[in-house]
């Protein structure tokens, strides 16, 4: 069976789910052309009304699909960069996040976005941000951080399918990753986490792209017999804590790795709900590993110091293993 | 006027003496303390949202604004319903989720009330968005004060819906106020419709307080609307007679921002009692008929806080509902 | 000593800020009349240059308070309500906070954002909203919640001398909270948390209005010989991690209650810190209490069952202290 | 082009010719990986940015946007420490943190470049109401592209700009696209200029690629913004010889978006070949003139390469330093 990279993923969901139902649109910025490759080809196949470019007009377009999805329709809202939604985000969180509890359950908001989201080497502080921190505490909104192609291509169809907002971030670092999807139909649900790799001695909750930094990890580690589980929740909001807390009671031992900042952050978020419902299974305490709280510098070297990687993953680990 | 038949011409009339019916218990109920919440009220404003939703389909749809229970009840909300939304009752619109800042009834087109000003433009644009994807030919009426039309999202959403030529119309209510703030001391021009230019699209002055004027213009703006001919800025000059939020002169005292010579100036030129003239002038309506829709509206809305007071509150338990779908 | 309210001392602060400082200067919708009355009467001893009621635009006003902070002034930016920053997130979160670090450190941004926050009354979902956990993954802000009138003054002046943006979130159903406002040039540094009731048996750490309510159970529990401490961040960024651990480390237990939601929100961000650092002293899971993870809801009822109280801080320190 | 003195016209085209040199090194540096992250550059439009430093002092500030190069050199940024910054390097203009969409020298008050589209609009306008604020006569010139002229930010800066009646000129630099997508598809006005009505302030479209014509109308919007009488909309019609990014052509292919054709005609109205002919035809200024100042800016360059490659990177303890004061 072919290897399938994680731009080709998006694009084959796009091409499945348009195809599916002639309800669904793409609009945002030059997704005629595709600057990253996720809409490729989608203009020849379902023309201008379906596939439509926007004025450089976040919140007009962006609160635009808000108003298309309550009116009938299931639009595929493209934000270019994560840190452009900073430039919508009344139309996120005031709007597409509280109208259907606002107005007592009638609206309905099929509704999904999609965003380049990371550190991708020297793209500099408004360009590399993780930005799915600040839409935690927003109720309403569903959040999709896909790992890998079969992950990314599942989840984007069932957020296409859901009829909330939900909003995918797809790191720019794992464009070029490669595995085999699952042929037919393949939907991942949202709010089931998956056990990457099986393990006894540590749990390591990884998000995103921290998922295969910690699989590196996991197997280094393996050859000193240490045996990390590695689990991705896939989706923060809803969250399976179910998976998570079952690793943590197994392992007794939780590290929670992500790419965005500490404070107020996705793995301060897992961590918290980790070490207050996992409490008596906990040997140490939970680690997080994340970026620095700094704005994301350009220069490689000092984009480097700022980015949680492997080394972090695996102090971590070590640190928490070598407890008494 | 003649041109308009004389259900319509009642219609209109039913329609404003409904709204200044129902805002004035509001702002008499808010008063009273019986209303949690803040409420705007837009008495001396009904004609423009009577005559812009008189111009519409029942599958055309609206967008609205804090000071949007003149619109929604021009298109056809139920007062009662409204009215419980208002007092926080389970039998309200939104289960009391909402309250007056937030009122929907997407069975009738209406998006919702909203307390983000300019919130509605990009919505609105959307929601004509729709109708092109879905292959439909309804409409959408997106309305909005002269204070939102300095919003980014005017700007954002008048560009989409000129490039796209989605079928909308964008109605300014200007009533020459954003808070407390006059317009012109923030807004860099007098009329707002000026700004169509900047889309090349049409944009057109009406006397708000003239229905007649109103709905014909909103009429015409719609129709090209519904042929595919985009986005018309319909502007409004309109004035408000009560305070910005219900209960202001609390805190702010009378003729802070405003004198009362000024309001009693626009009192003069009531929407309604214009209509009233009108229809005496035009001979086809009677005095009795317009009196007999006051007292039928009155006894409406004797019924509708009825139904308001006597409703339960929601259950604590609720407040977990609807979040998602 | 004279009582002075909330909002009172507010404007004090003001006042005493603009007359310090020429190049100080107030902007904001309709800060002139003041609905709220912070700036009241501002306008009668500065003129209309340096208190100006802006256009309904948060993005052009916000921004252009971040513009004239670079410019060699010292902005006073009000955002009416919390909420209505989520139309200028692009000028705070990408501009205000990451100019200084983008720019080597040239960039000064002497910039204070001042907005009410919080449930007060059937204001429903976009005007109840405490907002400030979506900044606290924003490195290059800072972020004050003061509980009362002199807290309110002393880090409000502190905010306004500080060159660096800091936001100050006022919680509305504080405006008619009094006490004494020790006289002169009162300043509360940012950074520094302040013990609000010593006590020995559990802590309390507790965030703007959520103050008032955790002294209100410590004084009930009080006469059930249970001895409550409280403990104030006052400002979330910078945090005082000091003093809030040593007030952990004697009690053994924590809650930490914030009006903020669950997922994401300030309480999170708190507990997960101290479950990490103070793992070794406690005794009991860090319990959080928050407002439920729903949109804040209009009538009464619904946003009484909403919005975290005295009850459920309660509830969390008797369950806390009954363990074992 | 008589009344300009020789000297100023050396400024010019020397200035012009710096940013050439410098964005035509940078495109090949980043082809050659040399450069790490996105780099946009602007050859071909060298005379606005040219045109509206020349007109302005020293103490006068400019904020730019993520097409920058030309904005900052032509303010008088310094082209080793900007080079430096692009390669991310301790010595540029801020010590590696910002690279090529970052840089700002508030010494010359360079208020920045920006990765958001629309960003500098309201960063001008308070730039401006700061000197308002403390009594200064300093102007503020805000560039920024045709894209982002349908930004939100655009509409709320312009119309607080003008009911304050502050000092900026906001200088539109339509380049016919944003990123991939032709202005006119995404755009409701043929002149961005147009919208200048908008907010009732003057609106100018210039001959983006003369830089004469450019100098000229700069400096009269910058003269009446110090006098006090307010904004001035600026548009210069210009075209983008490079694409969007540098490399785009490994992802897009060419043509993709424009013809080969169209660029072609839009470089025979280079600004520097332009500028040459008036110059000979002026007879002020000798061919010999010109080329010693092509001569001279070459080895600058070639200085500011060396400079770049030679400085150490950043120490990574330094990645905790500057996000407070
Ligand atoms: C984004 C946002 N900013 C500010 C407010 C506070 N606010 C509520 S209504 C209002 C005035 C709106 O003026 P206008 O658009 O003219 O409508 P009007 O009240 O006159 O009907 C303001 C500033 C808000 N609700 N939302
Ligand atoms: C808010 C925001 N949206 C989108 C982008 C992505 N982007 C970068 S440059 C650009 C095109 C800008 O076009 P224009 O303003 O005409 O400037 P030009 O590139 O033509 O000089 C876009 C869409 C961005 N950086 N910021
Ligand atoms: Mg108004
Ligand atoms: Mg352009």
Same mark, same amino acid.
């Not at chain 1, 009938?72 to 259907?100: H, M, W």
């Not at chain 2, 985009?230 to 002169?249: D, F, I, M, S």
């Given at each position: 069976?072919?290897?399938?990279?994680?731009?080709?993923?998006?694009?084959?969901?796009?091409?499945?789910?348009?195809?599916?139902?002639?309800?669904?649109?793409?609009?945002?910025?030059?997704?005629?052309?595709?600057?990253?490759?996720?809409?490729?080809?989608?203009?020849?196949?379902?023309?201008?009304?379906?596939?439509?470019?926007?004025p450089?007009a976040?919140a007009g377009?962006?609160g635009?699909?808000?108003?298309?999805?309550?009116?009938?329709?299931?639009?595929?809202?493209?934000?270019?960069?994560?840190?452009?939604?900073?430039c919508?985000?009344d139309q996120?969180?005031n709007?597409?996040?509280?109208?259907?509890?606002?107005?007592?359950?009638?609206?309905?908001?099929?509704?999904?976005?999609?965003?380049?989201?990371?550190?991708?080497?020297?793209?500099?502080?408004?360009?590399?941000?993780?930005?799915?921190?600040?839409?935690?505490?927003?109720?309403?909104?569903?959040?999709?951080?896909?790992?890998?192609?079969?992950?990314?291509?599942?989840?984007?169809?069932?957020?296409?399918?859901?009829?909330?907002?939900?909003?995918?971030?797809?790191?720019?670092?794992?464009?070029?990753?490669?595995?085999?999807?699952?042929?037919?139909?393949?939907?991942?649900?949202?709010?089931?986490?998956?056990?990457?790799?099986?393990?006894?001695?540590?749990?390591?909750?990884?998000?995103?792209?921290?998922?295969?930094?910690?699989?590196?990890?996991?197997?280094?580690?393996?050859?000193?017999?240490?045996?990390?589980?590695?689990?991705?929740?896939?989706?923060?909001?809803?969250?399976?804590?179910?998976?998570?807390?079952?690793?943590?009671?197994?392992?007794?031992?939780?590290?929670?790795?992500?790419?965005?900042?500490?404070?107020?952050?996705?793995?301060?978020?897992?961590?918290?709900?980790?070490?207050?419902?996992?409490?008596?299974?906990?040997?140490?305490?939970?680690?997080?590993?994340?970026?620095?709280?700094?704005?994301?510098?350009?220069?490689?070297?000092?984009?480097?110091?700022?980015?949680?990687?492997?080394?972090?993953?695996?102090?971590?680990?070590?640190?928490?293993?070598?407890?008494? | 006027?003649?041109?308009?038949?004389?259900?319509?011409?009642?219609?209109?009339?039913?329609?404003m003496?409904?709204i200044r019916?129902?805002e004035s218990?509001v702002r008499?109920?808010a008063?009273?303390?019986?209303?949690?919440?803040f409420v705007h009220v837009s008495i001396g404003e009904e004609a423009s949202a009577t005559g812009v939703c008189?111009?519409?389909?029942?599958?055309?749809?609206i967008t609205s604004t804090h000071r949007g229970h003149g619109h929604l %009840?021009a298109?056809?909300?139920?007062?009662?319903?409204?009215?419980?939304? %208002?007092?926080?009752?389970?039998?309200?619109?939104?289960?009391?989720?909402?309250?007056s800042m937030?009122?929907?009834?997407?069975?009738?087109?209406?998006?919702?009330a909203n307390g983000i000003v300019g919130a509605g433009l990009p919505i609105a644009t959307?929601?004509?968005?729709?109708?092109?994807?879905?292959?439909?030919?309804?409409?959408t009426a997106c309305f909005f004060g002269d204070g939102a039309s300095n919003e980014g999202t005017f700007h954002e959403s008048l560009n989409l819906a000129a490039?796209?030529?989605?079928?909308v119309v964008f109605v300014c209510e200007n009533n020459g106020f954003g808070e407390f703030t006059p317009m012109q001391t923030v807004t860099s021009v007098q009329d707002i419709a000026v700004r169509a230019k900047a889309y090349d699209i049409p944009g057109l002055i009406v006397d708000g307080n003239d229905v007649v004027e109103v709905y014909r213009n909103a009429?015409e703006a719609?129709?090209?609307?519904?042929?595919?001919?985009g986005p018309t800025l319909l502007e409004c000059k309109t004035y408000r007679w009560e305070g910005h939020v219900v209960g202001e002169q609390a805190f702010l005292g009378t003729g802070a921002y405003r004198s009362e010579q000024e309001v009693e100036e626009w009192k003069k030129r009531c929407p309604l009692i214009r209509f009233?003239?009108?229809?005496?002038?035009?001979?086809?309506?009677?005095?009795?008929?317009?009196?007999?829709?006051?007292?039928?509206?009155?006894?409406?809305?004797?019924?509708?806080?009825?139904?308001?007071?006597?409703?339960?509150?929601?259950?604590?338990?609720?407040?977990?509902?609807?979040?998602?779908?």
């Amino acid at each position: 069976m072919a290897l399938t990279n994680f731009v080709q993923a998006i694009n084959q969901a796009l091409f499945e789910e348009m195809e599916r139902d002639p309800l669904t649109f793409v609009m945002g910025e030059d997704v005629v052309l595709s600057a990253f490759g996720a809409t490729k080809g989608l203009i020849d196949k379902f023309g201008p009304k379906r596939v439509r470019n926007t004025p450089i007009a976040e919140a007009g377009f962006v609160g635009a699909a808000v108003g298309a999805a309550m009116a009938g329709t299931r639009p595929i809202c493209e934000v270019e960069f994560a840190s452009f939604f900073y430039c919508a985000f009344d139309q996120v969180c005031n709007q597409a996040a509280k109208l259907r509890y606002m107005s007592g359950g009638q609206a309905r908001l099929p509704l999904t976005f999609r965003c380049v989201f990371g550190a991708m080497g020297g793209a500099a502080a408004q360009h590399s941000e993780t930005v799915y921190a600040q839409f935690l505490s927003v109720p309403g909104l569903k959040i999709a951080v896909p790992s890998g192609p079969a992950d990314v291509k599942g989840l984007l169809k069932s957020a296409i399918r859901d009829d909330n907002p939900v909003i995918v971030f797809e790191h720019g670092a794992l464009g070029r990753l490669r595995e085999e999807i699952p042929a037919g139909d393949y939907l991942v649900p949202l709010g089931k986490a998956a056990v990457k790799r099986p393990g006894d001695n540590v749990t390591v909750v990884a998000i995103g792209a921290m998922v295969p930094k910690a699989l590196k990890v996991a197997d280094k580690l393996a050859k000193e017999n240490v045996s990390v589980e590695v689990v991705d929740p896939r989706t923060l909001i809803p969250l399976d804590e179910e998976t998570i807390l079952a690793s943590v009671e197994k392992t007794n031992r939780a590290v929670v790795a992500d790419e965005g900042h500490l404070r107020g952050g996705a793995a301060t978020d897992l961590a918290a709900m980790i070490a207050e419902k996992g409490f008596d299974f906990l040997d140490g305490p939970v680690r997080r590993v994340t970026s620095l709280d700094v704005p994301i510098p350009f220069s490689p070297p000092l984009e480097k110091a700022a980015i949680a990687d492997e080394a972090r993953i695996e102090a971590a680990i070590r640190e928490l293993v070598g407890r008494r | 006027m003649e041109q308009l038949g004389k259900e319509l011409l009642l219609d209109l009339y039913h329609t404003m003496v409904r709204i200044r019916a129902f805002e004035s218990r509001v702002r008499d109920l808010a008063m009273a303390n019986e209303i949690p919440g803040f409420v705007h009220v837009s008495i001396g404003e009904e004609a423009s949202a009577t005559g812009v939703c008189a111009a519409m389909r029942p599958t055309d749809r609206i967008t609205s604004t804090h000071r949007g229970h003149g619109h929604l %009840i021009a298109k056809g909300g139920r007062v009662a319903q409204m009215m419980a939304e %208002i007092y926080g009752k389970r039998t309200g619109y939104c289960k009391g989720k909402g309250g007056s800042m937030h009122i929907v009834d997407f069975s009738l087109g209406i998006l919702g009330a909203n307390g983000i000003v300019g919130a509605g433009l990009p919505i609105a644009t959307g929601s004509a968005l729709a109708a092109v994807i879905a292959g439909r030919d309804d409409v959408t009426a997106c309305f909005f004060g002269d204070g939102a039309s300095n919003e980014g999202t005017f700007h954002e959403s008048l560009n989409l819906a000129a490039v796209w030529k989605l079928p909308v119309v964008f109605v300014c209510e200007n009533n020459g106020f954003g808070e407390f703030t006059p317009m012109q001391t923030v807004t860099s021009v007098q009329d707002i419709a000026v700004r169509a230019k900047a889309y090349d699209i049409p944009g057109l002055i009406v006397d708000g307080n003239d229905v007649v004027e109103v709905y014909r213009n909103a009429s015409e703006a719609i129709a090209r609307a519904r042929a595919g001919e985009g986005p018309t800025l319909l502007e409004c000059k309109t004035y408000r007679w009560e305070g910005h939020v219900v209960g202001e002169q609390a805190f702010l005292g009378t003729g802070a921002y405003r004198s009362e010579q000024e309001v009693e100036e626009w009192k003069k030129r009531c929407p309604l009692i214009r209509f009233e003239k009108f229809a005496a002038e035009s001979g086809k309506i009677s005095a009795q008929e317009l009196k007999k829709i006051r007292e039928e509206t009155e006894a409406e809305l004797e019924a509708a806080v009825k139904f308001a007071r006597e409703s339960p509150l929601p259950d604590p338990s609720e407040v977990t509902d609807d979040v998602y779908q």
